[in-house]
């Protein structure tokens, strides 16, 4: 009879292999764990560069701002700045400094003589969709937040080669995958390549695909346009703007100003979040008594104390309770003796993120602190204005260039509004006006008025002694911001522009005029003040 019950040499055989399969896929499913481990590792350290030596960082800063690094950097810059509230003050007050007070935009051209070059740029900005994008007050504080939060801005202009209108539309940053560099030259841009999900609606149902596109870069226009790259479309009609800001050298994208807050805002945030911890664990019990065990039940309620809290029990009491406990057992806090535990202590990690966001720190909080003052913040105030001088720079060059665009296919295109010389120079097009015809912009910013309105009023009282007074009015009405300073200033003036005292009344003002020969109820009635007639001589006796 066979024996069922030991296995035969075949199937041993198979067993063997079936183990050895399974271990090895084991080993295989633990291998990919190790590596997804180690890829999710590396990816977190792209986020921690504070946390790396000086040296590694020099050496490797290049290599450490891969695509994804960025990107997840960039997710978290906009996570923070909507949650976190220093970055949010943060950008506010960036946002203040550069687009607070407005921009002025004008072309010098003179109208009446020639083309009114002016009058296209202004209807360009005045356009209700290029206001939603580039000229409104929204799209100015949109510009800045995608700065502070994405470092890279792509600003696509989509052009009619018919009609010459221009249409600014952003792209997304994260849909930017490379950027096609001129070959002998790092620094010029030719190519701009996008990926992104395109979304149709076909016989009423919604179909997405993967589209990859180029767009040229502005100014960059050879001769011969090749319609595709590695069989994508190019999009010669949308030409692009960047816009990069704390580009590290050597790199081709930039940083997002919030980048080198973000560690020491969540610092400052677990800060605070610990102090209060402390506060309330402070707080947790503010009367002992000692009793028998056996008493303890009693005891709490003719104390009327909250539900008694026993210490081996796990429960806890309220905010300030009273807690019954026996004889051996001690209830007490842990000494602070030497310990600083106000919450001003974290001042040095807002200061951090101060200096990260370029404000100073008395504005970032909103409060001076117990040793700052009014003359601290304006003498941190003026360097910091300086610095975001340079950045209304960088976007009045952003308006200056996509300006020029409009102007250019003002004349290029067929139906343009403007008429002008087209020529070319190597990759790039040129449009002139005619010479009587004038297209230099100007970007006009308002001066930073950082002084409080009682330091310039007592400064201009200090010098009203060797000013004129119409000029110490006018000092004066600048100061207060007066709207119509001129009309405001006619009505101190006579008709000649010389000073009459505001405090001089009609009396005296009659009496002056009755002295100086002149007829005082037409002074009073306004009427103008001609010289009285000589008086007759009388005829001499014969």
């Known amino acids: 009879m066979e024996d069922w019950s030991q296995p035969t040499l075949q199937e041993g055989a198979s067993q063997e292999v079936a183990l050895r399969e399974v271990h090895l896929s084991d080993q295989l499913a633990a291998s990919n764990n190790t590596i997804e481990m180690l890829a999710e590792s590396l990816a977190d350290l ?12 020099a050496v490797n800063a290049t290599r450490e701002f891969s695509p994804e690094g960025m990107r997840r950097a960039r997710e978290l810059c906009r ?9 949010k003050r943060g950008l ?41 994008t ?20 792509f600003l696509a202009l989509f052009t009619s080669r018919l009609t010459g209108k221009v249409q600014p539309r952003w792209l997304p940053v994260d849909e930017i995958t490379d950027i096609i560099h001129d070959p002998q030259d790092q620094i010029s841009d030719w190519f701009y390549k996008r990926e992104y999900v395109e979304r149709t609606v076909d016989g009423g149902m919604t179909r997405e695909r993967i589209r990859t596109v180029y767009y040229p870069a502005l100014g960059y226009e050879p001769a011969l346009k090749t319609p595709t790259i590695d ?32 560690a020491w805002a969540r610092h400052y945030k677990e800060f605070l979040e610990q102090w209060a911890t402390l506060m309330r664990a402070l707080a947790r019990y503010a009367w002992q008594t000692k009793t028998r065990g056996d008493r303890a039940k009693t005891v709490a309620a003719k104390v009327g104390a909250a539900p008694t809290t026993e210490v081996r029990g796990g429960n806890q009491a309220g905010v300030g309770a009273h807690i019954v406990t026996d004889p051996n057992t001690t209830l007490e806090a842990i000494p602070k003796t030497g310990a600083t535990i106000d919450s001003d202590s974290g001042r040095p990690l807002a200061a951090m993120v101060a200096t990260a966001l370029e404000v100073p720190v008395t504005m970032l909080l ?28 960088l976007w009045a060059e952003l308006k200056i260039d996509v300006l020029n665009h409009v102007i250019d296919w003002a004349i290029r295109a067929p139906k343009g509004a403007l008429k002008g010389k087209i020529s070319r120079d190597g990759n790039r097009v040129v449009a002139e006006l005619p010479d009587e015809d004038d297209r230099t912009i100007d970007i006009s910013w308002p001066e930073f008025e950082s002084l ?11 010098a009203s002694a060797w000013l004129p007074p119409l000029t110490v009015a006018r000092l004066v009405a600048d100061a207060l911001k007066i709207d119509n300073v001129d009309e405001v200033l006619s009505e101190l003036t006579d008709e000649a522009g010389n000073w009459v005292p505001p405090d001089a009344n009609a009396g005296q003002a009659a009496v002056d005029a009755f002295r100086k020969g002149k007829d005082p109820a037409a002074l009073l009635n306004g009427e103008p003040q001609d010289p009285p007639p000589e008086p007759k001589q009388k005829p001499p006796k014969a």
């Open 46 to 57: 792209e986020l921690a560069f504070e946390d790396r030596g000086w040296d590694r960082l």
């Open 79 to 87: 996570v923070m700045t909507v949650a976190n509230p220093l970055m």
């Open 92 to 132: 506010g007050l960036r946002k203040a400094y550069v687009w607070g007070q407005g921009v002025g935009i004008s072309v010098r051209d003179k109208g009446d003589e020639g083309q009114d070059v002016n009058a296209v740029v202004q209807d360009f900005l005045d356009d209700p969709f290029v206001k939603k």
């Open 134 to 153: 580039f000229s409104g007050t929204q799209a100015h504080e949109e510009m800045e937040q995608a700065a502070f939060t994405d470092g890279d801005l």
């Open 231 to 262: 069989g994508y479309d190019v999009l010669w009609d949308a030409p692009v703007r960047m816009v990069s800001v704390n580009r590290p050298s050597g790199s081709s994208r930039g940083v997002p100003d919030a980048f080198a807050a973000v």
């Open 366 to 393: 909103g409060d001076p602190g117990v040793t700052g003052a009014r003359a601290t913040a304006a003498t941190l105030d003026q360097p910091t204005e300086l610095g975001f001088q340079l950045r209304q720079e």
């Open 452 to 462: 409080p309105v009682d330091v310039l009023i007592k400064a201009i009282a200090e």
